[in-house]
């Protein structure tokens, strides 16, 4: 009796945890497009722009190539776009999760409310653009003839990774942010930055023989890497590459829960 009645309210806990999550989403949604003229299409409107910006600046403008990737100029789209997609819904997360709090301020201190849906939300919403993104990538996958094959189910997986980071690093972040509002100006130029820095627009192997060690202790390279695996390549992204995202990743998570739940009764008061 006592396993049904705890199994019954894990389940009612469960479903309450995901209304809270779907009303969080809408509400995420309604502050971010509420008062524009384009409403909701925005969600859409801006990855198109920055992936069309990048397109055109890498094949038109620089006419760039990379050996070994081909010679058509949808070569070098495909290698673009397959590194890019993930990272531009990352940065937007980041940026989005670092300021949910004091965006949030009505809720974090006139509501009861699992605070740790503001920062979740905000990245779960940037996967808005990274579907636009990916979209356009399997645009051009489609007519360059690329082969996509069996690693394709690793995505997903991929995927996982990936909001794992994000939300760690913006569970951190929305802790620093509440104590220091300068972060939310500061975040945005270091993580272009990290767009530069990581072989994204590029491969590794442009980069100098120390710069490439380095490269390879940052987690966004590898995860990178598997998306070009996927969808440039058509091969299986390296296993050690995986394990590697996934340890930081899920001690990413756990230092951002940590921190977030040390510093909630401070936030509360701050923001």
């Known amino acids: ?3 049904t009645t705890a199994t019954s309210q894990a389940r009612s806990q469960w ?3 995901v209304q809270l999550l779907r009303a969080q989403l809408r509400h995420e949604l309604q502050m971010r497009y509420v008062g524009s003229l384009a ?3 925005w969600a859409l409107i801006n990855p198109l722009v920055q992936v069309g910006v ?3 600046l890498v094949t038109v403008i620089f ?3 990379l050996h070994g990737i081909g010679p058509s100029r949808f070569d070098y789209v495909i290698f673009v776009l397959a590194g890019m997609s993930g990272w531009l819904a990352m940065q937007e997360g980041i940026v989005m ?3 949910s709090l004091t965006r949030h301020a009505d809720i974090v201190k006139n509501v009861i409310f699992p605070l740790e849906l503001l920062p979740l939300t905000a990245v779960l919403v940037s996967l808005i653009s990274m579907g636009v993104s990916m979209t356009v990538l399997a645009f051009f996958v489609a007519i360059s003839g690329f082969s996509v094959g069996w690693s394709l189910v690793c995505f997903p997986f991929l995927l996982l990774l990936q909001v794992t980071l994000t939300l760690g690093a913006g569970l951190v972040l929305s802790v620093v942010t509440a104590f220091v509002r300068d972060m939310a100006l500061i975040l945005p130029i270091l993580l272009q930055f990290v767009t530069l820095m990581t072989p994204i627009l590029y491969s590794i192997a442009s980069m100098p023989p120390f ?5 390879r202790l940052n987690p966004i390279y590898h995860l990178v890497q598997s998306y070009r695996a996927i969808f440039v390549a058509g091969v299986w992204p390296s296993a050690g590459g995986l394990l590697y ?7 990413l998570l756990a230092l951002g829960l940590t921190v977030f739940r040390a510093a909630k009764g401070y936030v509360e008061a701050l923001v």
């Open 1 to 3: 009796m006592t396993t």
């Open 15 to 17: 479903r309450t945890g």
């Open 39 to 41: 409403g909701a299409y």
């Open 54 to 56: 990048y397109v055109v």
């Open 63 to 65: 006419k760039a190539r």
């Open 97 to 99: 999760s670092s300021s």
């Open 211 to 215: 710069l490439r060690t380095l490269t």
């Open 245 to 251: 995202v996934t340890i930081v990743a899920a001690l």
